[in-house]
């Protein structure tokens, strides 16, 4: 029995010897291994750096080797590099324009900033066909043959001073307009009221005759801004003409007078040459020492009046009709020359308080010999620097 109690003591004290050196061994391997812990804090800081990989999903990034060497830290820390812009931020975006492609105008070089200046397109907006001068200027004649007006016995005819005109040029806003309208006395408050209308600006009214009839005044007018509105304001002042003689028709008040010139006389006398049509002989003189502006903008020799003599009739009973641009300080000595050539004076007058240096027109009417005639319209132009 003693033995086998012995042997009893001895199986449990080995038995527990063993027991204690598994538990020591079980301790040193966990102290060993990395806690499970700092696993999940280590992935969720590569989850928040913004790169693709994050954006697509923890579970697209790539596993990492157990035995890879750890990075080094500058390499660590350093930005992501910058990727390529999308294809659609360095491609120009089109836009589809809406209910068809938009037409964009090109202001012509000589308007910046305003309508291109385009002949047809005042024709279009007239209703009337000119001509482009050597100046770049767009005139327009309207002779007004639809006036029957008599004086002394003599047609007035349009080469006797029933011509209107209308002269365009190109300007930083469109185009400079200037102009004149012969028109009738019931024709005349129709036509302010049109140019005012269409934001024209009437700068004159006088007469060129006097004892005419009907009586007749010419207007003045001008503008600067766009040139197709500029034009459609010459339309409504013709409208206005057609509308005021559709409800008073004129009728002829004389027949033509008989015209037979002795045209290499007038001539001779007058020193100058001109043009003989119609049964009137016409002269036109320019002022070259006079540059005229108006509103600052020079207008050339298209847009700038000149003096004029128109000669009908025969040797012994002649009329003259005319205009002769002075200064103010020639007036006076025109007006004597004109007297003595028993010529009368029949209007003196601006053609716009814009225009600079200020001249003055003085308008004539004369009926006599047609050599008293051209002697004294020459003994007024020698008035003027070199002869008119």
């Known amino acids: 029995m003693r033995r086998l109690v012995v042997v ?41 750096k913004g790169t693709p ?12 080797a157990p035995d890879a060497p750890p990075a080094p830290a500058a390499a660590a820390n350093a930005p992501p590099p910058p990727s390529a812009p999308p294809a659609a931020l360095t491609a120009p975006i089109a836009v589809p324009p ?49 006036l029957k007006v008599t004086l002394d016995g003599f047609p007035v005819t349009p080469r006797m001073g029933l011509v209107g005109w209308v002269a365009f040029r190109p300007h930083p806003s469109g185009a400079m307009l200037v102009g004149v309208m012969p028109v009738a006395v019931d024709e005349l408050q129709a036509v302010v009221s049109a140019l005012a209308n269409a934001g024209l600006e009437p700068t004159a009214l006088h007469a060129h005759f006097v004892g005419e009839e009907p009586r007749i005044t010419f207007v003045h007018f001008g503008g600067i801004g766009n040139t197709v509105a500029l034009a459609r304001g010459v339309r409504d002042m013709q409208d206005a003409i057609v509308r005021a003689r559709a409800a008073r028709p004129m009728k002829a008040a004389a027949t033509e007078a008989a015209s037979d010139l002795d045209v290499g006389r007038l001539e001779t006398l007058l020193g100058l ?16 020492d006079v540059r005229m502006t108006d509103l600052g903008v020079e207008l050339g ?35 004597h020359a004109l007297r003595e050539g028993h ?8 053609n716009s308080s814009r225009e600079d240096p200020r001249l003055v027109f003085v308008s004539f009417w004369g009926v006599g010999r047609s050599d008293t005639l051209a002697a004294g319209v020459r003994k007024a132009l020698d008035q003027l620097p070199r002869g008119g």
Do not use: N
């Open 8 to 48: 009893g003591l001895l199986v449990g004290v080995v038995g527990c010897a063993k027991l204690m050196g598994k538990s020591a061994g079980d301790t040193a391997v966990q102290a060993e291994a990395p806690p499970e812990a700092t696993a999940a804090p280590t992935e969720g800081a590569l989850a928040t």
């Open 273 to 288: 040459r001109g043009e003989h049509a119609g049964g009137v002989y016409r002269v036109t003189v320019p002022r070259t």
């Open 343 to 350: 010529i009368g004076v029949t209007g003196i007058h601006d």
């Open 98 to 146: 809406v209910g068809g492609p938009v037409a964009t105008a090109i202001p012509s070089p000589s308007t910046p900033g305003g309508t291109a200046f385009d002949p047809h397109a005042i024709e279009e907006a007239t209703g009337l066909t000119g001509a482009t001068m050597a100046d770049g200027v767009f005139r327009i004649t309207k002779p007004r043959g639809d």
């Open 53 to 64: 990989q994050a954006a697509m999903g923890a579970s697209s990034a790539p596993a990492v």
């Open 301 to 335: 020799a298209t847009m700038s009046p000149t003096s004029w003599a128109a000669f009908q009739g025969t040797a012994e009973r002649a009329a003259v009709a005319g205009e002769l641009m002075v200064t103010p300080s020639e007036v006076q000595p025109v007006i």
